[in-house]
């Protein structure tokens, strides 16, 4: 049995962990702070309950949408669970509140192996996190390229 005496039992620094948790902390609080402050329909945001008359730069000049619009809408819509509009206006807004959840419950999960002293797991899950990234951008950028070219087309 392994103790708090025993030299063979893995030692944690006092720090194991804290990055990945602070990381956790602050993804979390920014997702809260998003959702308490901030209003969507189709048409605007809404920040405190005052519309963000914010137009495209590319709309304006070019007269098309950029790869982004309504990628704000779509954030703060999924942020308050009305995933079906939000996928309508931007497909990849729903995915990045998914992708902001699963990297805050990524980094919790880092931060209590590291507490743990499990460090051959948590390499393994960073790598897993690595490139569960990649695989995300990549959704992400294929997404915003479809959306983009499907608006262009339908203008």
């Known amino acids: 049995m392994r103790g708090a ?5 893995p030692r944690v620094s006092g720090f194991a962990g804290l990055p990945e948790a602070a990381t956790a902390l602050a993804i979390v609080l920014q997702l809260v702070v998003a959702r308490a402050v901030l209003r969507a329909d189709e048409t605007f945001v809404y920040v405190l ?16 949408p950029c790869p982004t619009c309504g990628a704000t809408r779509s954030i703060v819509l999924a942020l308050h669970g009305q995933v079906g509009l939000a996928w309508h206006l931007f497909a990849a807004g729903p995915l ?7 990297a805050a419950t990524a ?28 695989l995300y ?10 959306d983009w070219i499907m608006r262009v087309y339908r203008a």
């Open 49 to 64: 309950g005052v519309p963000w008359r914010t137009a495209c730069a590319a709309r304006v000049r070019f007269g098309v």
């Open 107 to 134: 980094c919790a999960s880092l931060a209590w192996l590291a507490r743990r002293g499990v460090s051959a797991r948590a390499e393994a899950f960073r790598c897993a996190a690595l490139v569960l990234g990649a």
């Open 5 to 9: 005496l025993d030299p063979a039992a």
């Open 96 to 102: 990045v509140v998914g992708g902001l959840v699963a």
């Open 137 to 146: 951008a990549v959704a992400m950028s294929v997404t915003w390229i479809t």
